[in-house]
């Protein structure tokens, strides 16, 4: 199993930023897929989750200004952050809840 962020970058508040998180080496239709995100000094926190069936569920502190889908033809979850604010600067994770698989991370820092 493997996951692979790619997307994140410096932001200015107010801003968007497009996060990806390619799978590979297990059947990506079939799991539930998440992004989490961890800032300094902070524990890791749950963002959103996509279900089998493209269900998503959001944290309350992003419901509104972000938007978790799929495209299993592709192997690959995105999140769309828009309306960016300082407080989401973390690094975003993308897990595969089964087993518990994780990738690497993506940084997103927005600041002015």
């Known amino acids: 199993v493997q996951l692979v962020e790619s997307g994140g970058g410096l932001a200015q508040p107010g801003g968007s930023l497009r996060l990806s998180c390619t799978a590979s080496?297990?059947?990506?239709?079939?799991?539930?897929m998440s992004w989490y995100r961890q800032a300094p000094g902070k524990e890791r926190e749950l963002v959103a989750t996509?279900?089998?069936?493209?269900?998503?569920t959001y944290a309350d502190s992003v419901k509104g200004r972000s938007t978790i889908s799929r495209d299993n033809a592709k192997n690959t979850v995105f999140l769309q952050m828009n309306r960016l604010k300082p407080e989401d600067t973390a690094v975003y994770y993308c897990?595969?809840?089964?087993?518990?698989?994780w990738g690497q991370g993506t940084q997103v820092t927005v600041s002015s």
């Open positions: 897990q595969r809840r089964v087993g518990n698989y």
């Open positions: 080496g297990f059947t990506f239709s079939r799991y539930i």
């Open positions: 996509i279900s089998i069936l493209g269900t998503p």
